[in-house]
């Protein structure tokens, strides 16, 4: 019922940023929980960052924390991932998943919806 597209990943060197975007549709997601996943070559599907329906609760893997930001707009149905400083490490395809509960959380399993991912890659 709901479609998450992702947007925005390309091909950056390292220290640079990228901002993604993932625009909903099919419902409106304003009361949904929103998070951000990558999956590297060869490496299980990882949390990145996640965002209550109310904005008032954030969480971010240690890795990308004080480097990647995540927001919403709900009058635009979308969710945003800002990533600065990147690292190669950082390169990976980016997902982001809607979670009907409306919590933010790290793990893959209570999300509902997900895109189709966008790749970020990062050269050094």
């Known amino acids: 019922q709901v479609q998450l597209v992702e947007s925005g990943g390309g091909l950056v060197q390292a220290g640079g940023s990228l901002r993604l975007s993932c625009a909903a549709s099919?419902?409106?997601?304003?009361?949904?929980?929103l998070g951000w996943f990558r999956q590297a070559p060869g490496k299980e599907r990882e949390f990145v960052a996640a965002?209550?329906?109310?904005?008032?609760?954030?969480y971010y893997a240690d890795s990308v924390k004080g480097r990647f930001t995540i927001s919403r707009d709900n009058a635009k149905n979308t969710v945003y991932l800002q990533m600065n400083s990147l690292k190669p490490e950082d390169t990976a395809v980016y997902y982001c998943?809607?979670?009907?509960?409306?919590?933010?959380?790290?793990?893959?399993?209570?999300?509902?919806?997900w895109g189709q991912g966008t790749q970020v890659t990062v050269s050094s």
């Open positions: 998943a809607a979670d009907r509960d409306g919590l933010a959380r790290p793990e893959s399993y209570q999300y509902d919806y």
């Open positions: 965002m209550s329906w109310s904005g008032g609760n954030t």
């Open positions: 099919g419902r409106t997601v304003s009361t949904y929980g």
